[in-house]
């Protein structure tokens, strides 16, 4: 490729990562990222289930290990599509990622105290409590308006 090619196509380049960029801002940043995160956990649960159950034990008396796993996809899924929505009308995607983890941290947690089945469960409690809890303070942030700078089109 030349010179004169490689420029165009680096410009070209630019101006797509700019408008995916301001069509996803940072709120549908991050929900494709924990949507991402979210549905590869769910398909993997599918594939090869976790061999340590014991944190789970409140959430398997509800359901079985495959209707979880089908509700973690579910929920990346939503948090996939509600990236590509405005900001504001972008909460399910935020609330459904939150949903599936809060279920996950605190079957962790019971697991742990009172139940003593799973002496690490509040490692596993917290870890998940933090991956949902950043969506509920996401889900509160509003897009910065656009410099200048990101507005302007190359030439």
Same mark, same amino acid.
């Not at 996809?73 to 948090?79: K, M, S, Y």
């Not at 139940?115 to 509040?122: A, F, I």
């Not at 942030?141 to 910065?144: A, D, K, L």
């Given at each position: 490729? #030349?010179?004169a =090619?490689?420029?165009?196509?680096?410009r070209?380049m630019? =101006?797509?990562?700019?408008?995916?960029?301001?069509?996803?801002?940072?709120? $549908?940043a991050?929900l494709?990222l924990?949507?991402t995160i979210?549905?590869?956990?769910?398909?993997?649960?599918l594939?090869?289930p976790?061999?340590?159950?014991? #944190?789970?034990?409140l959430?398997l008396h509800l359901?079985?290990?495959?209707? &979880? =796993?089908g509700?973690w996809?579910? *929920? #990346?899924?939503? *948090?996939l599509?509600c990236? &590509?929505?405005?900001?504001?009308?972008?909460w399910? $995607?935020?609330? =459904?990622?939150? /949903?599936?983890? *809060?279920?996950?941290?605190?079957?962790y947690?019971?697991s742990?105290?009172p139940?003593?089945?799973?002496?690490?469960?509040?490692v /596993?409690?917290i870890?998940?409590? *933090?991956?949902? #809890?950043?969506c509920l303070?996401?889900?509160g942030?509003?897009?910065?308006t656009?410099?200048?700078?990101?507005?302007?089109?190359e030439?």
């Open positions: 490729m #030349g010179g =090619a490689h420029t165009a196509l680096g070209l630019r =101006a797509a990562v700019r408008r995916l960029r301001q069509q996803l801002g940072r709120r $549908g991050l494709t924990k949507g979210t549905t590869l956990y769910g398909c993997a649960q594939v090869t976790q061999p340590d159950q014991r #944190g789970l034990c959430l359901m079985p290990l495959r209707a &979880w =796993a509700l996809v579910a *929920a #990346g899924i939503t *948090a599509v990236a &590509w929505l405005r900001p504001r009308v972008d399910p $995607g935020f609330c =459904a990622v939150w /949903a599936i983890t *809060a279920a996950w941290s605190g079957s947690l019971v742990w105290w139940l003593g089945e799973y002496p690490r469960g509040w /596993a409690a870890i998940w409590a *933090a991956f949902g #809890g950043v303070v996401a889900i942030w509003r897009e910065p656009p410099s200048r700078s990101e507005t302007t089109v030439h």
